[in-house]
């Protein structure tokens, strides 16, 4: 795992994020994130869950012992949503390498609001932003 | 021929209480919903186009909390208070983890999820992707209520057309439902709700609900309060399938190599994180 040094364009960017990416789910509130704090992950897709009413990905992070990695879950809004977001069920894999930034969990836990993911393989970048639906007539 | 007046009158008596039954019957059988004619289709069609799916407008929402204030009683507004702390402090307390329905009116209110109308002869359908696909069926053709529906979570709903306007009349919702205004603060309604809505559109793709909410048992006078819905017509728009309790299973395979739902351990409607030795 590491975490990025916040420097001024990432709090520009945390400020952005923060505007527009609260509570995303139907069922139950987002308030257990914190979303005063972005933080980023580096690892291996372990698993990609496509269901209602949130989509989750577990993602293998190396931590203390390189044997035994962290596992991180994720939370996203509905596969619905995410598809009209540009996402679908096959777009992470078990096995991606993949850099993540979120919203952490406040209780320290290994879990936290996706915002952004990228494949490093591919440089694909997939994130989720339900404010972008708050518009009529969307492409 | 002559008869016996006395005779005749307790005939005609016999004969009312021996058919009273029958009569009875033939009452209830009466209410039919009749085939629609060519004509009821041709009424669809002067109605306004709310084809489409309607995607909800959560700033506006979430805005509306602070600009739409809740007449909460008081007694109401401390237990609202303290949830409100507790979502603050990071401990929200999920109302809808159990995958009940959300109900009315919540779902209007909170929904961050698409809905969908659908008119048909004698009645307004709303379709949602929304908490778990559930639905309205808001009665158009004259009827009322019932003098004493069984609750429900969404209630029984009416409607009429007044111009461009749906007029909905909902009552009958079970008193355990929420009034809630996020999915961790809200409180059950008590008993007597109503609800009045004017939906409408303000331009061509946006839609508004105008609600009433009249709940005698939690709220000092009616709540007023407005949900904005834009419409969609690019088809990656279309409601899919979502059921709620789904993301609490993996997808595994059993001894048999059948496909199957293993459950997740879960906690306050989150995953717990998993030790890397599960799977």
């Given amino acids: 795992m590491r975490r990025l040094p916040r420097g001024i364009a990432r709090l520009l960017l945390l400020g952005a994020l923060t505007a527009v990416s609260l509570p995303a789910l139907a069922h139950h509130s987002f308030a257990m994130f914190d979303f005063t704090k972005t933080v980023t992950i580096t690892g291996t897709v372990k698993e990609f869950q496509w269901t209602n009413p949130h989509v989750v990905v577990w993602v293998n992070v190396e931590g203390k012992d390189p044997k035994t990695p962290d596992v991180w879950w994720l939370e996203m809004t509905s596969p619905g949503n995410l598809t ?18 979120l919203n952490p969990l406040r209780n320290g836990g290994l879990g936290g609001a996706l915002i952004k993911v990228t494949i490093s393989a591919t440089g694909q970048v997939f994130s989720t932003n339900l404010r972008d639906m708050e518009k009529p007539g969307l492409k | ?18 058919s009273a039954p029958l009569l009875a019957e033939e009452k209830t059988a009466d209410i039919v919903n009749h085939a629609p004619r060519p004509s009821d289709w041709g009424a669809l069609a002067k109605l306004p186009d709310w084809s489409g799916v309607w995607t909800p407008f959560i700033s506006d929402q979430n805005k509306r909390i602070t600009t739409d204030p809740v007449p909460w009683q008081p007694k109401v507004a401390e237990q609202i208070a303290a949830m409100e702390a507790e979502e603050k402090a990071g401990r929200p307390r999920g109302l809808f ?25 004698g009645r307004v359908t709303i379709l949602g992707e929304m908490d778990g696909n559930r639905l309205r069926r808001i009665y158009t053709d004259g009827r009322g209520h019932p003098e004493d529906p069984d609750p429900t979570f969404h209630g029984h709903s009416i409607g009429h057309w007044e111009g461009n306007t749906l007029v909905v009349d909902t009552v009958g919702v079970l008193p355990q439902s929420y009034l809630a205004v996020s999915e961790a603060v809200g409180i059950p309604n008590n008993g007597d ?35 904005i819905y834009f419409r969609q017509r690019a088809r990656k728009y279309d409601i899919v399938e979502g059921e709620c309790l789904q993301g609490n299973y993996a997808q595994r395979q059993d001894g048999h190599g059948n ?11 989150n995953p717990v994180p998993q030790s890397p030795e599960q799977k």
């Fill in chain 2, 193 to 227: 709700l109503h609800v009045i809505e004017r939906l409408h559109l303000v331009e061509a793709d946006v839609l508004h609900d105008d609600l009433q909410i009249i709940a005698p048992h939690v709220l000092t006078a009616p709540w007023k309060t407005t949900r």
């Fill in chain 2, 97 to 121: 983890i159990d995958c009940l329905p959300e109900g009315m009116p919540t779902w209007m209110l909170i929904t961050h999820n698409a809905l969908e109308f659908l008119f048909t002869p």
């Fill in chain 2, 259 to 269: 496909a199957v739902f293993v459950p997740i351990p879960h906690q306050d409607g």
């Fill in chain 2, 1 to 18: 021929m002559n008869r016996d007046p006395v005779s005749t009158n307790i005939a005609v008596l016999l004969f009312f209480f021996a």
């Fill in chain 1, 84 to 101: 009209r977001t540009g996402w679908n069920r096959k777009a992470l894999s078990a096995g991606d390498k993949v850099v993540v930034e």
